[in-house]
């Protein structure tokens, strides 16, 4: 088990989109995304990272620091990153946050317990949870309730918990098997399937079940990103080539490309990023130093 494949795939592909997020996909099909570059959208250097790292790094320290799941330290975590730009690398401190994200951690602050903050409604079906889901991945004893409530900390419809639930059985199925990526996500699909059967929640996910995936927009909706993100991974037979695929198909950038670059890394391995890319991240240390402490957590825990 090698958090560190997964983790820094994952940081590598979010600090890779940050500079052309929201930028049309007409634009980025003229300007190739093909290394990694700074400014755009938010004016940031080369190599920071957004949202999607800190809440992760943030999720992680927490479970780390607890020595456990522990739903209301998790929010805690995520209020020292807004509130006071813990877990960010960027000079400027915390620059981009998620509506949905921030009316829950708004929620909680204002008093609500961890578990009924989040946002229910059928427009909070964002990313915001999927992309900060991975580290339950490397839990041995994690079930899919588990997966549940901790997208539900901020992401509390049933789509969104679904997409945490299929991400993470798909990250499980390259950790302990092996196999194709289109059989890494045939095998979680059935999971899925047969662990919602009767759903009406499943139907938004059958361009993936079905492998039909075009006309991919890539924009924040979890459903489009977890397509663009399969999509990137089918398509390619490498690290680099994936994260580059999933960032110029454009949209919400940052977040398509840490998604599949979390599973880029733990499914290709670190060595397979490139060295470059890792050499650009600010507090790249600090992030290795808490894989190794998360990977400790996670043997323990066996």
């Given at each position: 088990m090698k958090v560190k494949d997964g983790i820094i795939g994952f940081i590598v592909g979010d600090a890779l989109g940050v500079p052309v997020e929201f930028v049309s996909r007409s634009i980025i099909e003229k300007n190739h995304v093909v290394d990694m570059n700074e400014y755009g959208t938010f004016h940031q250097p080369k190599g920071t990272w957004s949202d999607d790292t800190s809440m992760t790094l943030a999720t992680m320290a927490s479970i780390v620091n607890k020595n456990r799941i522990d739903?209301?330290?998790?929010?805690?975590?995520f209020l020292e990153w807004i509130l006071k730009d813990k877990y960010t690398n960027s000079p400027d401190g915390m620059f981009d946050i998620g509506s949905t994200t921030n009316e829950a951690l708004l929620n909680y602050h204002n008093g609500a317990s961890a578990l009924k903050s989040g946002c229910k409604g059928e427009r909070d079906n964002g990313n915001g949870s999927l992309m900060r889901i991975l580290p339950l991945a490397y839990?041995?004893?994690?079930?899919?309730?588990?997966?549940?409530?901790v997208s539900a900390l901020t992401h509390a419809h049933k789509r969104?918990?679904?997409?945490?639930?299929?991400?993470?059985e798909i990250a499980r199925s390259m950790l302990e098997n092996d196999l194709t990526i289109e059989e890494h996500v045939k095998l979680?699909?059935?999971?899925?399937?047969?662990?919602?059967?009767g759903s009406e929640e499943l139907v938004h996910f059958h361009k993936i079940f079905n492998n039909n995936l075009k006309d991919l927009s890539g924009k924040g909706y979890v459903i489009y990103t977890f397509e663009c993100v399969i999509h990137s991974l089918m398509t390619t037979d490498n690290y680099k080539d994936a994260v580059l695929k999933a960032v110029n198909i454009g949209g919400d950038t940052d977040t398509n490309a840490a998604i599949c670059g979390g599973l880029a890394g733990i499914y290709y391995g670190y060595d397979s990023i490139p060295i470059d890319w890792i050499n650009e991240i600010n507090r790249i240390d600090e992030v290795l130093s808490l894989c190794e402490r998360y990977e400790a957590f996670c043997d323990e825990s066996q």
């Amino acid at each position: 088990m090698k958090v560190k494949d997964g983790i820094i795939g994952f940081i590598v592909g979010d600090a890779l989109g940050v500079p052309v997020e929201f930028v049309s996909r007409s634009i980025i099909e003229k300007n190739h995304v093909v290394d990694m570059n700074e400014y755009g959208t938010f004016h940031q250097p080369k190599g920071t990272w957004s949202d999607d790292t800190s809440m992760t790094l943030a999720t992680m320290a927490s479970i780390v620091n607890k020595n456990r799941i522990d739903y209301s330290d998790i929010m805690d975590e995520f209020l020292e990153w807004i509130l006071k730009d813990k877990y960010t690398n960027s000079p400027d401190g915390m620059f981009d946050i998620g509506s949905t994200t921030n009316e829950a951690l708004l929620n909680y602050h204002n008093g609500a317990s961890a578990l009924k903050s989040g946002c229910k409604g059928e427009r909070d079906n964002g990313n915001g949870s999927l992309m900060r889901i991975l580290p339950l991945a490397y839990i041995n004893d994690i079930n899919y309730k588990i997966v549940e409530n901790v997208s539900a900390l901020t992401h509390a419809h049933k789509r969104s918990k679904i997409a945490c639930v299929l991400y993470v059985e798909i990250a499980r199925s390259m950790l302990e098997n092996d196999l194709t990526i289109e059989e890494h996500v045939k095998l979680a699909c059935n999971k899925i399937k047969e662990y919602y059967k009767g759903s009406e929640e499943l139907v938004h996910f059958h361009k993936i079940f079905n492998n039909n995936l075009k006309d991919l927009s890539g924009k924040g909706y979890v459903i489009y990103t977890f397509e663009c993100v399969i999509h990137s991974l089918m398509t390619t037979d490498n690290y680099k080539d994936a994260v580059l695929k999933a960032v110029n198909i454009g949209g919400d950038t940052d977040t398509n490309a840490a998604i599949c670059g979390g599973l880029a890394g733990i499914y290709y391995g670190y060595d397979s990023i490139p060295i470059d890319w890792i050499n650009e991240i600010n507090r790249i240390d600090e992030v290795l130093s808490l894989c190794e402490r998360y990977e400790a957590f996670c043997d323990e825990s066996q």
